[in-house]
């Protein structure tokens, strides 16, 4: 059952737990003792709106840093990668396999001269940053599982249950 709670909430964190036992054929009580647990244990992290700035008209820039890192004896890259998240621009940051970056970052600013200036003040100086390369978002057509840009209404082509 917690699969299923999980899948449904990263769709739609608004379901309420009397929806979700609906869906799921199961009690509200089992339900919301089942999400508490799960948050209790950091499973549920939090809950987020997944927002189309395009249409918020909003300035916002995104990019996504692929960084090189010399790694710490004894502690990988735990270590520059935590002190890295820390930083209120970086929205995530990935371990990568199979390419010539170690991390990669996902950081937003209102400007591309913001997404500079953290890469040359704050990231490239850092002791085990060996390089950095900056690639800049032009459009985001899907994030989170969301296509973004088109009316969800007209989108959904389900068809519809009579009762």
């Not at 309420?16 to 054929?25: D, I, K, R, V, Y």
């Not at 790694?71 to 930083?87: L, Y």
């Not at 209120?88 to 970052?105: A, I, K, N, T």
Request: aromatic share 8%; with cysteine.
């Amino acid at each position: 059952m917690r699969k299923q709670i999980l899948s449904h909430l990263e769709k739609n964190c608004r379901l309420t737990p009397a929806e979700l036992a609906a869906m799921l054929g199961s009690t509200e009580e089992e339900v919301s003792a089942e999400i508490h647990a799960m948050e209790d244990e950091k499973i549920i992290c939090g809950y987020h709106a997944m927002i189309d700035w395009d249409k918020a008209d909003s300035d916002w820039v995104t990019a996504m840093i692929g960084v090189k890192i010399s790694p710490v004896r004894g502690e990988g890259f735990d270590r520059i990668s935590k002190r890295i998240s820390k930083f209120d621009e970086v929205q995530d940051v990935y371990l990568m396999s199979g390419s010539s970056w170690d991390l990669l970052l996902t950081i937003e600013c209102a400007t591309m001269k913001e997404i500079s200036h953290f890469v040359y003040e704050k990231l490239a100086p850092m002791e085990s940053v060996v390089s950095t390369a900056t690639y800049f978002v032009l459009k985001k057509y899907k994030d989170h599982n969301v296509i973004l840009g088109e009316d969800r209404s007209a989108a959904d082509d389900r068809i519809p249950v009579m009762p």
